[in-house]
Every structure is written in C-alpha cells, then in structure tokens.
Nanobody
Framework: APLVESGGGSVQAGGSLRLSCAISGYTDRRYCLAWFRQAPGKEREVIAGVDIRGPTPWARSLADRFAISKDTAKNTLDLQMNNLKPDDTGMYYC??????????????????WGRGTQVTVSS
C-alpha cells in the first residue's frame, strides 16, 4: 500500500500523539499530501497538508495544537498532536495525490488514501 498510517492510540485529555504515514513507491517531492480525520457521526475533515509550497494548516482551529511535517529522509508524513481533547477522537487518514503539485485541502483532490489510524482521547 502506498500510504500506511501508524501512531494512533488511546490517551487522556492533555496528552500528545505523533502520527506517521509511511509513503511507499514515491520519492518525488512534487505531490500533495495531507492528514484528514473523521469523528464518529461526522464528515471527514482536513487537518493540514503539504505540497510543493510547503506545509499548510488548513484547519486553522487546530493549528495551535497540530503540526504537520514531511520527513524527506524517512519518506514519511507526520502529524504532531498536542494538548489532545476528547473532541479529537476519531479516525485519522493520510492522503495523497501523486500527480498534483498544488492542493487546496479539498478531499476530492486526494486520490490515494491510507486505511487510517484510530485516535481516542478520554476525559
């Protein structure tokens, strides 16, 4: 699979997690990557993305707690999540489009998806 997420788990409110998405088969930097999440009963939403311009925190409400980064050496897309809250509970997905250099954080732009990693935050 081109994208495999890891790092999810169960934490208490206020804790931190670091998610990682291993990217296989693509080393060219000129493509779009992003992290999305889907809470129970809610639509999937974008968190942040990386494209040829660099990282963009699409969800401004999360930007003070979540940080996206691409590790070129490891070929991973990481998401550092701090001060987690129960509302952050959900499935977190890594997404990519390997033919697009610029993305605007819209779900339709990403044609390759990982299977997701579960994050559960308890109060």
């Amino acid at each position: 699979a081109p994208l495999v997420e890891s790092g999810g788990g169960s934490v208490q409110a206020g804790g931190s997690l670091r998610l990682s998405c291993a990217i296989s088969g693509y080393t060219d930097r000129r493509y779009c990557l992003a992290w999305f999440r889907q809470a129970p009963g809610k639509e999937r939403e974008v968190i942040a993305g990386v494209d040829i311009r660099g990282p963009t925190p699409w969800a401004r409400s999360l930007a003070d707690r979540f940080a996206i980064s691409k590790d070129t050496a490891k070929n991973t897309l990481d998401l550092q999540m701090n001060n987690l809250k129960p509302d952050d509970t959900g499935m977190y997905y890594c997404a990519a489009d390997f033919g697009r250099r610029y993305c605007a954080g819209a779900e339709w732009e990403y044609t390759t998806w990982g299977r997701g990693t579960q994050v559960t935050v308890s109060s």
